[in-house]
Every structure is written in C-alpha cells, then in structure tokens.
C-alpha cells in the first residue's frame, strides 16, 4: 500500500519494540499485517491465507476493514509555503 495507515488505531494488530522488529502484527501472533496484502495482490484468497498462515477470517477481514476505512478518510491538505520576494519585504 502506498499511503501510511495510522495502525495503532487499528485493535486487530500490535507493534511491540523487539517482536519481529517492531512490525505490525495480528495481535497475540508473531504474523506480520503485511503478508495479508502481500498475498491478496499475488492473487491468494482470504482462505489461503488463512491456512497459509494460522490468522481467522476475523483478524484478516478487520484488518481489511481497517485499511478500507482508512482509505476513505479526507486527505490532509498542506499548505504551500508562503514565498517572499523583493516586493513582500
């Protein structure tokens, strides 16, 4: 995924400082968020994916939620900087 999404707000996942690297994981697992998207790009289905790699349907499809979600939120809008020239000062 391209955009940044603010995990921490998702209650599926968990990143803990020294536990695969401080990746996002499903909670209580050592499995990385990002295999889900991984494998649903390379064409696998939720079930693959669930036997694949021990997660429920559950964990797969709040994360999904999650991302979906996330990628409906308004986009923040940055100001340019204001330029001067020799006329402003």
Same mark, same amino acid.
């Given at each position: 995924? =391209?955009?940044? #999404? ?9 990143? $803990? ?5 401080? !990746?996002? #994981? +499903?909670? &209580? ?5 990002? $295999?889900? +998207? ?6 696998? =289905?939720?079930?693959? $994916?669930?036997?694949? +790699? &021990? ?6 499809? !709040?994360?999904?939620? +999650?991302?979906?979600?996330? #990628? &409906?939120?308004?986009? =923040? $809008?940055?100001?340019? !900087?204001?330029?001067? &020239?020799?006329? =402003?000062?």
């Amino acid at each position: 995924m =391209t955009n940044r #999404l603010d995990w921490s707000q998702c209650p599926a996942v968990e990143s $803990i400082p020294g536990k695969v690297s401080g !990746a996002w #994981l +499903f909670r &209580d697992t050592r499995m990385p968020v990002s $295999i889900v +998207f991984e494998n649903l790009e390379a064409g696998a =289905t939720i079930d693959e $994916i669930m036997e694949w +790699f &021990d997660v429920t349907r559950e964990q797969v499809v !709040a994360v999904l939620e +999650f991302a979906a979600r996330s #990628l &409906d939120a308004p986009p =923040t $809008i940055h100001q340019p !900087a204001q330029t001067l &020239d020799a006329h =402003t000062l």
